[in-house]
């Protein structure tokens, strides 16, 4: 291993997260390395350039409360920081519903027949709540009523998890859609309360003119141009340490197949939790390799085409609650941002598939991909075979931390081995195993940053409890959803 690369900083990851920690930190005249695996940056939040199209992993909606968050995305981009229109659907049994919901929608598609037993049931969920809200599906029951948890909740959320709704976390309830209920949907479509607005139920948002991935290229630019570094196809395979500390990393490089070695004196890391643990050099104990071991990620496969079609449907996004087809959302990124295709004959669509790294749908091959998303769009009836002039397929590894029942236990575990080092910090969603936003993702990086120069902030509080974050600095809820 011949060379070795000294820095004072040094971070595990080009995401937002990362990203935001190096910027921070290059403002106060510290220049850090940055590694990232990937050969661009900005994580789950990067764009794909493909055929005169820009495509993004999934959707990123910028919207927060937090103003310092705001206030740094609006600064970077300036006019491409645009705010744009936010319409969405949810397809169930060949009928599409409006979300946010609208009750004459809901009552036309369903029909008296159905609607009628649903009022009871969700009155019958108010009247008789479950005492145990441990389950999402005891969560999501309470505050709508089983009818209507069973058909816009369960095949969804069951196609995206791999598992029962009754074996996954409230938790992820708790977090994403924090404040929802069939009450506060109605009162939302009937009074349009935007200064209360419960961040799932949004009617605009901010996006980058040229999709996600603009504004943290645009944040590495900067980083660069004050002297930090960013290292890409950088790999973290161990984690050298000595009794608290960390010491050195240990990196290969896709490009050349070489290992090199970065050492510091802080780390901060969004690499994925599970992975940062089992490659520490020496080992943990052996108890912390198991409840390491019980951390899960979701992987994601995103299907992308460039249709000979000027326009498909109206939404940004649409849900596809059916469990006849594996598709969960399909986004239409011409409705994200006009710019987001070259030319305006065309359309673009990524079609989301979740999935465990390693499964059948994992190992499907880039053709069958390809077939199966081409198939279901034409069972969707949004678009045919023969309006496709070109697709692809990107492969997303640990891209959604899994909250099933047992998760909290391990994770405790690993957070309080991690806090055994004085100079080791956790960011990001990936890096701190947290279902958050990407406000949430930037906010850690910001507070990161500031405990290097001796702040005391805690970033696990910032996930355990969301008051932290709506009082750091006038923030709020976070910004995204899945």
Known sequence: MAQIIKNR??????????????????????????????????????????????????????????????????????????????????????????????????????????????????????????????????WVTNRFGYRLYRIFFKSYTEKIWGIPADQISADWAMQRIKGLSLTSVLRNALFKDRKNAIKTLIKEFYYPRLGSGMMYEAVGERIASRGGLIKLNSEVVRIKHDKNRITALICRDAQEGRLFEVEGAEF?????????????????????????????????????????????????????????????????????????????????????????????????????????????????????????????VLRVPNAYPVYDKDYRQALKAVQDFIGGFSNLQCIGRTGMFCYNGMDHSVLTGFLAAENIFGAKNDLWGVNADQSYLEEFKDSGNDNSEL
């Open 268 to 392: 901060c890391s969004s690499m994925p939790l599970n992975l940062l643990v089992s490659r520490m050099d020496p080992l943990p104990a052996g108890h912390i390799l198991q409840m390491c071991g019980r951390l899960n990620y979701r992987s994601l496969i995103m299907a992308y085409f460039v249709l000979g079609r000027r326009e498909l449907f109206k939404d940004n996004w649409i849900y596809i609650h059916s469990s006849d087809v594996a598709v969960c959302r399909i986004q239409n990124y011409k409705n994200w941002s006009a710019a987001m295709v070259s030319d305006p004959d065309e359309s673009s669509l990524g079609l989301e598939y979740f999935c465990t790294e390693g499964d059948s749908m994992w190992q499907k091959s880039d053709k069958a991909m390809i077939e199966l998303a081409a198939d279901e769009l034409e069972r969707l009836k949004i678009s045919v075979k023969k309006d496709i002039r070109g697709a692809f």
């Open 9 to 138: 900083v040094v971070i595990i990851g080009a995401g937002p997260a990362g990203l935001a920690a190096g910027y921070k930190l290059c403002e106060s005249g510290v220049k850090p390395i940055i590694l990232e695996k990937d050969s661009c940056v900005g994580g789950l939040s990067r764009t794909i350039k493909y055929n005169g199209c820009s495509f993004d992993i999934g959707g990123h909606r910028f919207f927060t409360k937090n103003k310092l968050v705001f206030n740094w995305w609006q600064d970077i981009l300036k006019e491409d920081f645009v705010k744009t229109p936010r319409y969405s659907r949810i397809y169930y049994q060949g009928k599409f519903f409006n979300y946010p919901i609208s009750v004459a929608n809901v009552i036309f598609n369903l029909g008296i027949f159905h609607s009628v037993p649903v009022i009871f049931s969700y009155l019958k969920s108010r009247i008789f709540p479950s005492k145990d809200e441990k389950s999402f599906e005891k």
